[in-house]
């Protein structure tokens, strides 16, 4: 059953992927930023009232459809707003920053899972999201952040 349950998570994954290179255009940074923070929020206490392996592999591909939406967003409003000449500089501290911790989440979800067990840690990992999504959305960055003027292309003009 594990094996099904994380299929059903990939498959989420995949989905969002090829979703997320229409959707982009639809969607400004800061709707991406503070909107994929809240359906975290709302869907990550579902693991822990989730009662078979098949509404895990549906939450978490819930949770895996919006993360490419992230990223490309993302991905996109750094190539655009930042200098080529920094570009490598800047990718390479923010994939040093956002790489460097999973090893610090990692050892954090091993021992939230000693100490509280599955359910708490889930609990725990939910409130830590509510609490990145608040600081998102009270962020004066995120709420203030320029957007992206996208590029027409010409089949968009033929439209």
Same mark, same amino acid.
Do not use: I, P
């Given at each position: 059953m594990p094996g099904v349950m994380l299929g059903i998570y990939g498959g989420g994954g995949l989905l969002g992927a090829i979703a997320a290179t229409r959707l982009h255009r639809h969607f400004s940074p800061r709707a991406v930023i503070i909107g994929v923070n809240w359906v975290w929020v709302a869907l990550l206490p579902l693991f822990a009232v989730a009662g078979a392996p098949w509404q895990l592999g549906l939450i978490g591909a %819930?949770? %895996?459809f919006v993360g490419p939406m992230w990223n490309v967003v993302i991905g996109t409003y750094t190539t655009t707003l930042v200098p080529n000449e920094l570009l490598g500089r800047v990718n390479s501290v923010s994939m040093t &920053?956002? =790489?460097?911790?999973l090893p610090i989440g990692s050892l954090a979800a091993g021992y &939230? &899972?000693?100490r509280a067990g599955p359910t708490g840690a889930v =609990? %725990?990992?939910s409130g830590f999201m509510l609490l990145t999504a608040v600081l998102a959305t009270a962020s004066r960055a995120v709420r203030h952040a320029p957007p992206l003027v996208s590029a027409r292309t010409p089949a968009d003009a033929e439209r």
């Open positions: %819930a949770t %895996a &920053l956002s =790489w460097g911790v &939230l &899972l000693d =609990w %725990a990992l």
